[in-house]
């Protein structure tokens, strides 16, 4: 018995809403205005989980949570004036410093902190939750101490000498080392199915969750253990077909792989433009580079365990190789190191990734960048319909209430 979406009401539901078990059928149904409510509920409790978490009771994060909200504050104010234009009412809020005065940074819940917004607070901050990627989310969360802690993706590093790197104004991560992969796994066989919308589940999965801590490589030794465990907890939800032993799921589909990495993130929180980025991710890193060494020749078997730094799929490699190393060995036997059943299946993807043709690979960088652009243009259509909308609402005649 199919059911249709109980949101728009056109489409078949392919979801149901945890919180209050209405039938959705993609996210855009989801975010929608009728349905915010579950929305911000989903952001309470979450930034209620990390709020109450050993990490986050320290009270650096709590002044941080102050700093983002001040500012906040501050642009409400500046709006306020803006369009005030010096008017004294005196039931004008009262300034956020105010409300939180004789509140308990370092014990204070998440509803207390946002009890002491107004509404329209509330709703800014849960609006710029969901769109992390707008210019004005980028703006409220930029400062100098975030900036000296967070790290581009290493795939977007400049072509720079180390020297020049380590001083530029954007901290990049390093490349990770290529991992070795047996020679028998790099054997390509046509009659096998094909696991490329499967690596590009994978793919879309690690640069959200590189991206989101805003840490690179996510297996460095430089991450603190919480960054590397909530890193594990974020892939294994994103693809959980990679974590668990018996799945047997098989993506074939562009589609079917992106809209099923997308519902299983945060829902509300990952806007389209922010997913255009992440295909973007993907396309780039799936590709092929050209003027490079020789590749194995396809259908034979490769004589080493190792391959070169310019291999031509050294950076689609790398992503494997950093979710190896995160997901680290485990235990020994016969005084050996035992990789678990995890880091088994990476190894295996790794193979196959080394050994589909070449042309596999840039007909699907190419599909994904194409789905990529066409989101960007959705995204700037809706800006442009959004800035002809607000403009004619600037340019109606306003009604005056004579006394």
């Keep these: 018995m199919t059911v249709r979406c109980g949101i728009c009401r056109k489409q078949i539901s392919r979801y149901t809403c945890p919180t209050c078990n209405v039938p959705y059928c993609n996210l855009a149904c989801f975010r929608s205005e009728t349905h915010a409510q579950c929305s911000e509920t989903f952001y309470r409790k979450e930034i209620a989980s990390s709020i109450s978490s050993d990490y986050s009771k320290t009270s650096p994060e709590h002044e941080k949570i102050l700093g983002i909200l001040k500012r906040l504050d501050d642009e409400g104010l500046q709006d306020h004036d803006e369009f005030s234009h010096g008017s004294d009412d005196e039931d004008d809020a009262e300034s956020l410093e105010k409300r939180l005065a004789g509140l308990k940074i370092e014990s204070a819940s998440a509803d207390e902190l946002l009890d002491r917004l107004t509404k329209e607070e509330r709703d800014t901050f849960f609006k710029l939750l969901r769109d992390p990627a707008s210019e004005r989310a ?40 290529l991992m070795e992969v047996p020679p028998g796994l790099r054997r390509w066989n046509p009659e096998s199915p094909s696991l490329l919308y499967n690596i590009c589940a994978v793919f879309i999965g690690y640069a959200y969750v590189t991206r989101h801590l805003s840490i690179s490589p996510l297996s460095s030794s430089s991450n603190s253990w919480q960054d590397k465990r909530e890193a594990r907890r ?67 078997v490769a004589q080493t365990h190792s391959l070169p730094s310019e291999h031509p799929r050294a950076d689609a490699l790398r992503v494997f190789t950093d979710m190896n190393a995160l997901f ?44 990529s652009k066409s989101m960007d243009e959705e995204v700037a259509n809706a800006d442009g319909a959004a800035r002809v909308a607000g403009s004619a609402e600037l340019v109606q005649p306003k009604i005056i209430k004579l006394p």
């Design 138 to 177: 980028k703006n409220l969360l930029a400062s100098v101490e975030l900036d000296r802690e967070l790290q581009a993706p290493w795939w977007d590093s400049p072509q720079l000498p180390n020297d020049d790197l380590d001083t530029a104004a954007t901290r990049y991560g390093h490349q990770p080392p």
């Design 234 to 300: 974020l892939i294994a939800r994103a693809v959980p077909f990679i974590a668990d032993r018996q799945s047997k799921l098989l993506h074939v589909t562009l589609t079917g792989a992106v809209t099923d990495v997308w519902a299983r993130l945060d829902p509300g929180s990952i806007e389209l433009r922010t997913m255009a980025v992440l295909l973007g991710d993907v396309s780039r890193l799936v590709r092929p580079r050209k003027v490079v060494v020789a590749e194995d020749p396809v259908g034979g």
């Design 328 to 371: 680290d060995e485990d235990g020994t036997e016969n005084g050996q190191r035992k990789k678990n059943h995890l880091s088994m299946k990476i190894t295996f993807y790794a193979g196959h990734l080394l050994a589909v043709p070449s042309f596999f690979l840039d007909a699907l960088a190419d599909e994904v960048f194409l789905r």
